[in-house]
C-alpha cells in the first residue's frame, strides 16, 4: 500500500517543509549552465541574453539535445561546463562566419539583428527569435529566478491557504 501525505497539519506542514527544501537543494543542480546566456551576449556583444533555447531544443533539457547552433559550437571546440571554451568556440564561430541554419545570414549577425541562428525563416527584430521571444535584458534581469520565486511564493500559500480550511 502507498503512503499519503499525512492528514495531521503540523505533518503536513513538515512534509511541505522538506519538499520545498528538496527543491531549493536540487533546482541548482539543474542549472549547471546558467551563466552561459550571459557569456553568450558579453562574448558577442548583444543587446539581449539569448534564451536557453539557443543551444538547447528545451529550455529544460540536458547537453545532449543541442541545437544547429551548439552544434556548430562544439564543432569549434566548445566543451560541456567549460565558460572557457564557450568563449573561443563563439569566437571562431564568428570568425568563420558559420550559418548554422543555412539561410544566408552568420549566425552570430543573426544574434546580434535579435534573430534565432537555429530558425532559417526569422529575420530578426520584430520577429519570433530566441532573444525577442525569452531574452534576458543584459542590465542584470533574471527573468528565470523571478518566476522560480513566484511559482514557489505561490505554491507556499495555496497549501498554506489548505491548511486553513481543513482546521
Not at 51 to 75: I, K, N, P, V
Not at 161 to 166: E, I, P, S, T, V
Amino acid at each position: 500500500m502507498r503512503k499519503s501525505i499525512p492528514a495531521r497539519p503540523e505533518r503536513a506542514r513538515a512534509w511541505l517543509g522538506a519538499s520545498l527544501l528538496a527543491c531549493c537543494v536540487v533546482a541548482p543542480v539543474a542549472h549547471a549552465s546558467r551563466e552561459f546566456p550571459s557569456r553568450v551576449a558579453g562574448t558577442l556583444a548583444l543587446p539581449l541574453e539569448p534564451a536557453c533555447t539557443l543551444c538547447h531544443t528545451r529550455a529544460d533539457a540536458g547537453f545532449a539535445t543541442g541545437t544547429l547552433f551548439q552544434q556548430a559550437l562544439a564543432s569549434r571546440g566548445f566543451r560541456r561546463r567549460d565558460a572557457a571554451s564557450l568563449d573561443v568556440a563563439l569566437l571562431r564561430l564568428e570568425a568563420d562566419g558559420i550559418d548554422s541554419d543555412e539561410d544566408g545570414v552568420a549566425d552570430v549577425r543573426e544574434l546580434r539583428a535579435l534573430a534565432d541562428p537555429n530558425d532559417p525563416r526569422d529575420r530578426g527584430v520584430g520577429s519570433t527569435g530566441c532573444a525577442v521571444a525569452a531574452g534576458v535584458p543584459r542590465d542584470g534581469g533574471d527573468t528565470g529566478t523571478r518566476v522560480a520565486v513566484v511559482t514557489v511564493f505561490g505554491v507556499i500559500g495555496a497549501a498554506g491557504a489548505r491548511l486553513r480550511r481543513r482546521r
